[in-house]
């Protein structure tokens, strides 16, 4: 068969994915198992494949699916704990009273404690916490959903606990036949997956730095009295100052602890030294920014964005609000440091070895080692803390698990597809397989300049499967394989392609710009929001 034919049906599932999703506004709960039927049907027919290699391929898929649904699971569970003992309204709070000006308030809230959030719990958590807290201290509606959506690149590449990486670009390649390459050239895979995770680490910081100006523009040009981009401008010494408090720790961390670590860390880091900054006015405007009076806003800027905090009947500590979090980092930190510990908690293992009988596909659930065990732990130990009881991990479970629900249906399918995708080399007719038919076509279609569009590639899985995590395990071996035609640096690649992923098709606040029906999309009428 033609080699551009192959390419383009190998191709064809996704394309479908896309078609279905933005043309046709199917729901994901229809389209991904469409996408998945069709693929299977392309593996029988076209690639050769045998029945029991796409039964085994698609067991390999759910059993990642299970170490992705787990990590979601926990980080969900943890947030969802923290709001039912009081804790997130405790840190809400806090935020009130450190400055008057606008531009200071978005860049705490947003950039640092949004990074923060997305580090630690990921999958949409910003827009459920920072946005609100935003509106809570008197944002317009509109401008909280920009600051927010605005934050949602540089640390989502490293979101709840660094799941893009570790799962995405990790159950994303074909670790065994890459291995037994990096085993030649006297690499190993743990090596390599991390100069993957310090490559995306330092390219984000760079550019990441800049976000907070850019935000403080945004806010004084499109909801300032005087529309003016200057008035942003007048605060870039702690604009860059926030940028770089998180961005250094967060590159640092990448580079010396792993991918669980750059946005937990960072925006941690970033929230005791930019808030401690601002009390003291340290580089902040001598002359403080403000909304005009909310009489005068335009009826678009408004809406029912809101969260319902618990309020405790006692006050909580600060400290004691913010150690959950705490102790989550150093549990992290401890589990991948210490070899000892390491090695306790992956005792603990589901694996699954040869599939079916086929050679090389196996999986392993590491309930323990996995960020949602200690997420898990730390949230038990967080309702024993802060209310003395496990009553508030009762209700935080119940609203857990409708979350998980529906991303649970959507990954069932799409993740399979991933792997028959990725396993399809072995076959009847003797042909390379899918990820590699498509890099050859596209590596010879665009030649050197492929590299340039790279990052364009984990935007547009990002666009059409709205998740950096499975951006990253569609595309990965892809990546991969053009850079090995092209003699490039496969871990530039798949770095370029992580860093492409960070933005997702459904990174917008329902109460601002719609509402999900069942999984879909619903545009508010012109000047209404729901």
Not at 134 to 159: E, H, R, Y
Not at 194 to 202: K, L, M, S, W
Request: aromatic content about 10%; glycine content about 10%.
């Amino acid at each position: 068969m033609n080699q551009t034919l192959l390419a383009l049906i190998a191709f064809s599932p996704i394309v479908l994915a896309g078609v279905l999703l933005l043309v046709f506004n199917w729901p994901a709960k229809r389209a991904m198992p469409v996408a998945f039927i069709t693929t299977v049907i392309i593996a029988l027919f076209g690639w050769d494949m045998s029945v029991n290699r796409i039964l085994a391929s698609s067991l390999q898929g759910i059993a990642i699916t299970f170490s992705v649904l787990w990590i979601i699971f926990g980080a969900i569970f943890l947030l969802n704990t923290l709001k039912h003992t009081g804790a997130i309204s405790s840190i809400r709070n806090g935020f009130t009273g450190i400055s008057a000006d606008r531009r200071v308030q978005a860049i705490i809230i947003a950039w640092c404690f949004g990074s923060f959030i997305e580090g630690a719990s990921g999958f949409g958590t910003p827009a459920a916490i920072a946005a609100p807290l935003l509106v809570a201290i008197g944002f317009p509606a509109m401008a909280a959903v920009l600051m927010g959506m605005m934050i949602q690149s540089t640390p989502v590449s490293f979101g709840a606990i660094g799941t893009p990486i570790i799962v995405g670009v990790n159950k994303g390649l074909d670790s065994q036949n890459i291995t037994e390459v990096l085993v030649a050239g006297g690499e190993n895979w743990d090596v390599y997956l991390q100069e993957i995770t310090t490559n995306v680490a330092f390219i984000h910081a760079a550019v990441g730095t800049f976000i907070p100006v850019l935000m403080a523009m945004m806010l004084t040009r499109f909801f300032g009295q005087k529309k003016s981009w200057t008035e942003g401008l007048d605060i870039l010494p702690f604009a860059l100052f926030a940028g770089l408090s998180f961005t250094i720790p967060y590159a640092l961390t990448g580079m010396f602890l792993g991918a669980e670590f750059p946005s937990l860390i960072g925006g941690l880091v970033s929230l005791f030294i930019v808030v401690s900054a601002a009390k003291k006015g340290l580089f902040v405007p001598k002359k403080t920014w403000d909304f005009e009076d909310e009489a005068n806003w335009p009826r678009e800027w408004l809406g029912s964005l809101k969260m319902e905090f618990t309020e405790n009947s006692k006050p909580m500590s600060l400290m004691l609000a913010w150690t959950p979090y705490v102790l989550l980092a150093c549990l992290l930190v401890a589990s991948r440091v210490s070899s000892e510990l390491k090695t306790l908690l992956k005792g603990v293992s589901l694996s699954f070895d040869n599939i079916l009988g086929e050679a090389g596909l196996s999986a392993a659930i590491q309930p323990l080692y996995l960020p949602g065990g200690i997420l898990m732990l730390v949230a038990l130990l967080a309702a024993l803390l802060q209310s003395g009881s496990v009553r508030p991990m009762t209700s935080a479970f119940g609203e857990s698990g409708k979350t998980l629900l529906g991303a649970g249906f959507v990954l069932m399918f799409t993740i399979p597809m991933v792997r028959i995708f990725i396993n399809s080399g072995v076959n009847a007719g003797d042909l390379a397989s899918m990820p590699v038919a498509t890099a050859n076509f596209v590596s010879g279609l665009m030649g050197d300049f492929f590299p340039g569009i790279s990052a364009g590639v984990g935007a547009l899985g990002a666009f059409i499967a709205g998740s950096n995590t499975i951006s990253n395990m569609m595309f990965s071996q892809f990546q991969f394989e053009v850079a090995h035609t092209l003699a490039v640096s496969s871990a530039a690649m798949v770095s370029l392609q992580a860093v492409g992923g960070r933005r997702r098709k459904h990174d917008c606040y329902p109460q601002y710009c719609g509402s999900f029906s069942h999984g879909r999309l619903v545009r508010p009428r012109r000047g209404h929001f729901t």
